[in-house]
């Protein structure tokens, strides 16, 4: 039976509908344009073709087996964006072996832990990443094979160099996986929470590049511009050329915008992905200086929502047909939904400063999604009366192909986040609050955690903050409780686009109650603290850590 990848463009990836290994798009890509480059690092001169790649990935596999490194067999891989992750992620595909994917920035701690919870029999990681797994014990009760990318045995591992086969042992024969088998473990960010391993099927990659393409138009052929790592990795497999920018990873906000602008025109990418805080910071510069990204068809940003002026900043940098696009998911279920800049910029944007939350367009067509009831209980059956109507806010809920279906070692994370349906299916709870308005389209209100129970309502951060970021002197702004849940007293923490003295200060925060006094659901908000830099995400640097800000607001000064 075929399957058809690439039908825009009559080329056809023959595969039975339950026989899938997300390494063969690779393959495919290198049979049908070879010589076409499908990773290239500009600012160190190193790039991979399509068929280089592929046959790369060969060899390591190759290697791999030779040391035990096979089908089913979990991987932690800590190597930073290089030749060699996509090499070696393709070669742990083709072997059917199972990488283990963990944010380095989320601090040693959580990374133990991850590892634990994991039990990877094999680490593969550049130097650095062997010091810290030895000195500070990580997967000591169950790794056994270590590979060091990048250096030699001294680092703890068998060189990656000694693995690699000889070209007379090409092609190497991918695992003949199915549908179901697991593909990967990828951790969550853990911005609400601990990190949690979200089990990947290769269906569920599988699903996720069959969305992704279709949702966004994508051509093999054209150029990605990629600034986080695991969205580098779906390119080749989309017939994409991936353009590896200079930048810390951990820090987007912090990117260099010449980085970004530079190779992005020298190489004509015209696809590039970018959280807010990137676009943010590009789009500043790209204001302040006069420049643009010529060839771009469309960017896409996610991580959090978008705010409109950042979206009408970095738009002015782009060719007028093109479009920004902010797509709503998880790592749990990706892409949920998805929305462009113009529907924003023209209708959407202005409702989200009037309190209504932020809009995130129309669940894509491989999703179903409804909103369900806010509790924090397991639900362990789905039940279709669960669905509540539109404009009445609730968590929400889907279902789909590209939507994970547990966590690992996690029972207690699954019963609570997993619905299991009569048909065999999986409804995944986003951990989100929101609603479906009349036209189909659902609107974000926060996250489920961060709402704010008072004696009298409950507040959601999303349509509070919408109000108050309206100010021009505001950069943005987070709603926190203090207190205990039922008696909450709502907090507005407010970081402002520059510093200012202590009476300026008092005059915004008189203005921004002036604001907040037209809306019902802001009126009740009386305390306002102005704090120098709110946290953020690592992965990101856009999700705002309420939980540490509600505690900040506790102890601040009235």
Same mark, same amino acid.
């Given at each position: 039976?075929?399957?058809?990848?690439?039908?825009?463009?009559?080329?056809?990836?023959?595969?039975?509908?339950?026989?899938?290994?997300?390494?063969?798009?690779?393959?495919?890509?290198?049979?049908?344009?070879?010589?076409?480059?499908?990773?290239?690092?500009?600012?160190?001169?190193?790039?991979?073709?399509?068929?280089?790649?592929?046959?790369?990935?060969?060899?390591?596999?190759?290697?791999?087996?030779?040391?035990?490194?096979?089908?089913?067999?979990?991987?932690? =891989?800590?190597?930073?964006?290089?030749? $060699?992750?996509?090499?070696? /992620? %393709?070669? +742990? !595909?083709?072997?059917? *072996?199972?990488?283990?994917?963990?944010?380095?920035?989320?601090?040693?701690?959580?990374?133990?832990?991850?590892?634990?919870?994991?039990?990877?029999?094999?680490?593969?990681?550049?130097?650095?990443?062997?010091?810290?797994?030895?000195?500070?014990?990580?997967?000591?009760?169950?790794?056994?094979?270590?590979?060091?990318?990048?250096?030699?045995?001294?680092?703890?591992?068998?060189?990656?160099?000694?693995?690699?086969?000889?070209?007379?042992?090409?092609?190497?024969?991918?695992?003949?996986?199915?549908?179901?088998?697991?593909?990967?473990?990828?951790?969550?960010?853990?911005?609400?929470?601990?990190?949690?391993?979200?089990?990947?099927?290769?269906?569920?990659?599988?699903?996720?590049?069959?969305?992704?393409?279709? =949702?966004?138009?994508?051509?093999?052929? $054209?150029?990605?511009?990629? /600034? %986080?790592? +695991? !969205?580098?990795?779906? *390119?080749?497999?989309?017939?994409?050329?991936?353009?590896?920018?200079?930048?810390?990873?951990?820090?987007?906000?912090?990117?260099?915008?010449?980085?970004?602008?530079?190779?992005?025109?020298?190489?004509?990418?015209?696809?590039?992905?970018?959280?807010?805080?990137?676009?943010?910071?590009?789009?500043?510069?790209?204001?302040?200086?006069?420049?643009?990204?010529?060839?771009?068809?469309?960017?896409?940003?996610?991580?959090?929502?978008?705010?409109?002026?950042?979206?009408?900043?970095?738009?002015?940098?782009?060719?007028?047909?093109?479009?920004?696009?902010?797509?709503?998911?998880?790592?749990?279920?990706?892409?949920?939904?998805?929305?462009?800049?113009?529907?924003?910029?023209?209708?959407?944007?202005?409702?989200?400063?009037?309190?209504?939350?932020?809009?995130?367009?129309?669940?894509?067509?491989?999703?179903?999604?409804?909103?369900?009831?806010?509790?924090?209980?397991?639900?362990?059956?789905?039940?279709?009366?669960?669905?509540?109507?539109?404009?009445?806010?609730?968590?929400?809920?889907?279902?789909?192909?590209?939507?994970?279906?547990?966590?690992?070692?996690?029972?207690?994370?699954?019963?609570?986040?997993?619905?299991?349906?009569?048909?065999?299916?999986?409804?995944?709870?986003?951990?989100?609050?929101?609603?479906?308005?009349?036209?189909?389209?659902?609107?974000?209100?926060?996250?489920?955690?961060?709402?704010?129970?008072?004696?009298?309502?409950?507040?959601?951060?999303?349509?509070?903050?919408?109000?108050?970021?309206?100010?021009?002197?505001?950069?943005?702004?987070?709603?926190?409780?203090?207190?205990?849940?039922?008696?909450?007293?709502?907090?507005?923490?407010?970081?402002?686009?520059?510093?200012?003295?202590?009476?300026?200060?008092?005059?915004?925060?008189?203005?921004?109650?002036?604001?907040?006094?037209?809306?019902?659901?802001?009126?009740?908000?009386?305390?306002?603290?102005?704090?120098?830099?709110?946290?953020?995400?690592?992965?990101?640097?856009?999700?705002?850590?309420?939980?540490?800000?509600?505690?900040?607001?506790?102890?601040?000064?009235?």
């Amino acid at each position: 039976m075929k399957r058809s990848w690439f039908g825009r463009n009559n080329i056809d990836y023959v595969t039975n509908t339950d026989i899938v290994n997300i390494s063969r798009p690779l393959t495919e890509m290198a049979r049908l344009q070879p010589d076409t480059p499908a990773i290239i690092f500009p600012q160190e001169k190193r790039s991979l073709t399509f068929l280089e790649l592929d046959m790369e990935s060969d060899r390591i596999a190759g290697g791999l087996g030779r040391i035990a490194i096979s089908r089913g067999t979990r991987v932690a =891989l800590l190597v930073p964006p290089s030749p $060699e992750l996509f090499a070696i /992620t %393709f070669a +742990l !595909f083709k072997a059917g *072996a199972v990488p283990v994917f963990i944010d380095p920035g989320i601090g040693a701690r959580n990374m133990k832990g991850c590892l634990a919870e994991a039990e990877p029999e094999a680490f593969i990681g550049i130097p650095k990443a062997h010091v810290a797994r030895r000195l500070l014990g990580w997967g000591r009760n169950t790794i056994r094979t270590t590979v060091v990318v990048g250096g030699g045995s001294f680092w703890g591992g068998i060189p990656l160099e000694k693995l690699r086969g000889s070209a007379q042992t090409l092609p190497f024969v991918a695992a003949t996986t199915c549908r179901d088998d697991l593909a990967a473990i990828l951790f969550t960010s853990g911005s609400t929470g601990p990190p949690k391993g979200a089990i990947y099927s290769h269906g569920t990659f599988a699903a996720q590049i069959d969305a992704l393409r279709e =949702l966004y138009d994508i051509r093999p052929g $054209e150029v990605d511009l990629p /600034t %986080f790592p +695991l !969205f580098a990795l779906f *390119a080749p497999a989309l017939g994409m050329t991936a353009l590896i920018p200079q930048m810390d990873f951990t820090r987007p906000g912090s990117v260099d915008p010449r980085m970004i602008l530079e190779p992005a025109a020298e190489y004509s990418a015209t696809t590039m992905f970018g959280s807010p805080a990137l676009l943010n910071r590009v789009g500043r510069f790209g204001k302040s200086h006069g420049s643009s990204f010529p060839h771009i068809k469309r960017v896409i940003s996610a991580g959090a929502p978008v705010s409109a002026q950042v979206l009408k900043r970095f738009s002015a940098l782009l060719p007028d047909d093109a479009e920004i696009f902010t797509p709503y998911g998880a790592t749990e279920a990706l892409p949920v939904s998805s929305i462009g800049s113009r529907e924003i910029l023209a209708e959407t944007g202005a409702m989200t400063g009037q309190g209504h939350g932020v809009c995130v367009g129309r669940p894509v067509s491989s999703i179903t999604l409804a909103i369900i009831p806010i509790n924090d209980i397991p639900i362990t059956a789905w039940n279709s009366d669960l669905a509540l109507p539109p404009l009445e806010v609730g968590e929400i809920a889907v279902r789909g192909p590209q939507v994970s279906r547990a966590y690992l070692n996690r029972p207690e994370a699954t019963a609570m986040a997993k619905i299991p349906d009569s048909d065999g299916g999986v409804w995944h709870r986003m951990g989100d609050v929101g609603y479906l308005d009349k036209l189909g389209r659902i609107w974000f209100c926060g996250r489920k955690s961060h709402r704010v129970v008072t004696s009298r309502e409950t507040m959601y951060t999303i349509p509070v903050e919408g109000v108050f970021n309206t100010h021009p002197a505001v950069f943005r702004t987070a709603l926190v409780g203090v207190g205990t849940p039922g008696s909450q007293q709502p907090v507005l923490c407010v970081e402002l686009e520059k510093k200012t003295g202590k009476s300026e200060q008092e005059q915004i925060s008189m203005e921004l109650l002036e604001l907040g006094n037209r809306y019902p659901h802001t009126r009740n908000i009386h305390t306002i603290l102005f704090h120098p830099a709110f946290p953020v995400d690592i992965r990101h640097n856009a999700k705002i850590f309420r939980e540490k800000l509600a505690v900040w607001a506790k102890e601040a000064p009235s």
